[in-house]
């Protein structure tokens, strides 16, 4: 009798099993390649505006939107936090830093005036030719309250160099 029992449990485990590796074989198959998540959009006659939005977390686990966006002959990375929680110094300029050491400062937007003390905006055109084609960045977040570093994924800069070229373009 036990035997029976043992031999319907592995029946039931392999089967199991087998079901749920075929699940995962035909999940595997059906992803599409990534796509970019660059945006155009028309803001007036003749001006298109060209962004990149992520979400991302920073050090501590906290989200922070993050868009760079490019229109005329400007290219600026917004960052927002949560309300009530990410206060940005105003003025407060971001540090940038490269995998090589190197540092960038990207100069705040907002020094009279911010939206919303959860929102850092940056002037990182004069910035373009020394970004990394393809390494991960690391952002010093010039906040009120204690440091907070964001990293921003190599994939991230890879995209941003595409909106780079498609500004350019503009």
Known sequence: MLY????????????????????????????????AAIRSMEEAPGQIMIQSRQTLKDDQKSPWQVVLFAHKDQLELRLVGFPDRDKFTHPGNLEINLVNGQQLIAEDEFIKKSPADNVGQFDINPLTDQLPKDQ????????????????????????????????ETL
């Open 4 to 35: 029976k029992i043992n031999k319907i449990y592995a029946f039931s485990l392999i089967t199991v099993i087998i079901f749920t590796l075929s699940l995962m074989v035909s999940q595997l198959w059906s992803i599409s390649p990534a796509e």
């Open 136 to 167: 991960n960045l690391i952002l010093s977040l010039p906040l009120t309250q204690e440091k907070r570093l964001l990293t921003i994924p190599a994939a991230v800069v890879v995209e941003w160099q595409a909106l780079i070229q498609q500004k």
